[in-house]
């Protein structure tokens, strides 16, 4: 494990870890002998969707924990060989793989977007490693099956970019306009939020990392059934599609403002079997709610422990 002096983030500098098929970049702040959080982030964001809530949460004590995930920032594939998936079951290893290196037996699992996705399937699926759950838009867990159902007419239309991506014109459209492409995400997905450019391209360069195209691109193809995974994941994706309960302590949230595609929480009351509590974060809040609501999110991480 080595400190890279030459990246320092808002909230500490960017340390690296071998853990699974990765080598990860991520942010460790706090008392190391606090109790763990890990905060994950989505697309198209970075580690920067937490720089605000995680001092919140270290000056109440808490070891905080903040990776870049695959195909963003600092992290890197250890070889070269090695296929660039996005499916929900990579991206949920690699946060057992990286606790497993950081010898982090348990931990309150936290996130949003993808993040909030593979927080949940490690709540589901490993609940001996996750202490609690604080999952914005709550159940995410999907299918390659469940996806394959078509949806009313206006909310395809919110999914416009995966149709995108699952053509070649999409993927080099990525390719070379992922910036103005990130922005305009933000602008939709927040139609309230009044971030300002530096704020954007501090999580922009993010996007520079070799293997973001390839991993975005695989995750939103793979969701529809255009791509395939891994063997290896197979199992793992098989429980997945059985939409597995929750019963970890759980606190769910959204902004008043999310301007991105996110189910209704009736929809997905039942889906948590234990301690449970829905929150609706007011005032213009939308898909990026750590990072335009911290001190909600970090309160939300505090209660749940």
Known sequence: ?????S???????????DAGVLNVG??????????????????????????????LLTAAGFRVIVPHLRGFGATRFLSNETFRNGEQAALALDVISLMDA????????AGFDWGARTAGIVAALWPERCKALVAVS?????????NR????????????????FATERGRAGYEQYRHDFAKLIWQTA?????????????????FDNPDHVDIVIHNY?????????????????????????IAVPTITMEGDSNGAPHPDPATYRAKFVGAYEHRLITGGVGHNLPQEAPQAFAQAVIDVA
């Open 221 to 245: 193809r793979w969701r529809i059934g255009l791509a395939d995974g891994e063997p290896e994941y197979d199992d793992l994706e098989t429980r997945l599609a059985e939409a597995p309960a």
């Open 149 to 164: 159902k078509p949806l009313p007419p206006t909310a395809e239309l919110a999914w416009w970019y995966q149709f995108y």
């Open 138 to 146: 709550g159940y995410l867990i999907g299918s390659q099956e469940a």
């Open 190 to 206: 927040s139609p309230r939020w009044s971030f300002d450019d530096e704020t954007f391209d501090r999580t922009a360069a993010s």
């Open 7 to 17: 990246q320092v983030t808002a909230f500490g500098p960017i340390r690296h870890v």
């Open 1 to 5: 494990m080595s400190v890279a002096k």
């Open 102 to 109: 950081l010898e982090i037996e348990e931990a309150i699992i």
């Open 26 to 55: 991520y942010v460790d702040a706090g008392p190391a002998d606090g109790p763990a959080v890990v905060l994950l982030h989505g697309w198209p964001y970075d580690i920067h969707s937490y720089a605000e809530a995680t001092p």
